[in-house]
């Protein structure tokens, strides 16, 4: 039943996931529960090549990335780090269909760091944010402007070289979430030059809960200050001098106490997947996929909420169910019929990754055509 598999946007699978996964955990339980002292050197090499593969993806420096529990936690980070009064007095630009934990997190932090959070409304009907609107509300006043590389409700991807251009005519810090794109899409940190991202690990990257990134530009670094300091964050960690903290040069100064290692340990096969893939050919079997979602929309007549051009969406095709239908009936009966994919509201989410297969995508048509019609 893998062929059939459209949750990309949410649980990313590649073919032996549960037995890498499970070889990686049966690993890291052995060497922690033999009792020599063999476990730190064990555990945090690992670590680090998790960060290395994510280096890769973002095409980040050396010393600009670490880990982070999920992205609103190194939103967090970072912007609490900030140097003091960069936002307070100003304003934090952020559209409306961001990933909505994020805006939970600004509208908290608001009063508290003293800026006004500036949200960027849809139009009346729409499913998304234009480019257009974002810029507009772009004004001298944004201090900070957080963008959604690609939406996770209709897969619509900004012009992310305009936006970070017309944020660097402002004089704003840039950060972008990358979440729903990371991996199937290429990224580069420094083309537009972002000044910090965010991703997780769980979709196109096939990990793990807990697996986030947080990647901030070496420029950036050196003025950042981050509340939750540890012996981790120091240069050498092994300081206990208590009257000689200070900061190490780089992302290491994010990492505060012990680190978690356990997402990072079992994302690690899933990334050591993905960096051995033909990421051309990923991307191909996607586009040919939702090429023939699109064809089922219209088939079905029913609304898509993500962009048709390429270059202006993701790895999803978004559909709007009628109100006649409860979304949540649809994908039980989808469900029922081995097809695996999630809602929205009415919007039915539907993103083809690596399993997903021509036959899974008619079983998909052929199981929504007798939902619909029933």
Not at 10 to 28: H, Q, V
Not at 147 to 154: G, K, P, R
Not at 164 to 184: C, E, F, N, P, S
Request: aromatic share 8%.
């Amino acid at each position: 039943m893998d062929g059939a598999y459209f949750l990309y946007h949410s649980i990313g699978m590649y073919p032996g996931k549960a037995r890498d996964l499970a070889a990686a955990m049966a690993e890291f339980a052995l060497t922690w529960g033999t009792a020599d002292d063999a476990q730190w050197g064990w555990v945090l090499p690992r670590r680090q090549r998790f960060i290395d593969r994510w280096r890769g993806i973002l095409n980040a420096a050396p010393g600009s990335v670490t880990t982070c529990e999920n992205v609103t936690a190194g939103l967090h980070a970072i912007l609490a780090a900030l140097p003091d009064g960069h936002l307070r007095g100003r304003s934090l630009l952020v559209a409306a269909d961001c990933f909505p934990s994020n805006h939970f997190l600004l509208q908290a932090l608001a009063p508290r760091f003293g800026f006004t959070l500036k949200t960027v409304p849809l139009r009346q009907g729409a499913a998304r944010v234009e480019d257009e609107d974002f810029l507009d509300a772009w004004t001298p006043d944004v201090g900070l402007a957080l963008l959604t590389w690609v939406s996770s409700t209709t897969s619509a991807r900004i012009d992310l070289a305009r936006a970070v251009a017309h944020g660097r005519r402002m004089g704003a810090l840039v950060g972008v979430d990358i979440t729903q794109g990371a991996g199937l899409l290429p990224f580069d940190v420094t083309a537009p030059e972002v000044d910090f991202a965010l991703s997780t690990s769980l979709k196109w990257m096939c990990g793990t809960p807990g697996a986030g990134v947080l990647y901030v530009s070496p420029r950036l670094v050196p003025h950042c200050a981050p509340q939750v300091a540890g012996w981790f964050s120091q240069d050498n960690p092994f300081n206990w001098d208590i009257a000689r903290f200070a900061y190490a040069p780089d992302m290491r100064r994010f990492d505060s106490g012990t680190p978690g290692c356990m997402a990072a340990i079992a994302s690690l096969p899933a990334l050591d997947w993905h960096a051995g893939q033909d990421h051309a050919a990923i991307r191909a079997q996607n586009r040919r996929l939702t090429a023939r979602l699109f064809d089922i929309a219209d088939a079905l007549r029913l609304a898509t909420l993500t962009p048709r051009e390429e270059e202006r969406r993701g790895g999803s095709v978004m559909l709007r169910l009628p109100e006649t239908v409860p979304a949540a009936q649809v994908v039980a009966g989808l469900r029922a019929e081995g097809v695996s994919a999630d809602h929205r509201s009415q919007t039915l989410r539907l993103s083809p990754g690596v399993l997903t297969t021509e036959a899974g995508v008619a079983r998909l048509e052929a199981a929504l055509a007798r939902l619909l019609r029933g």
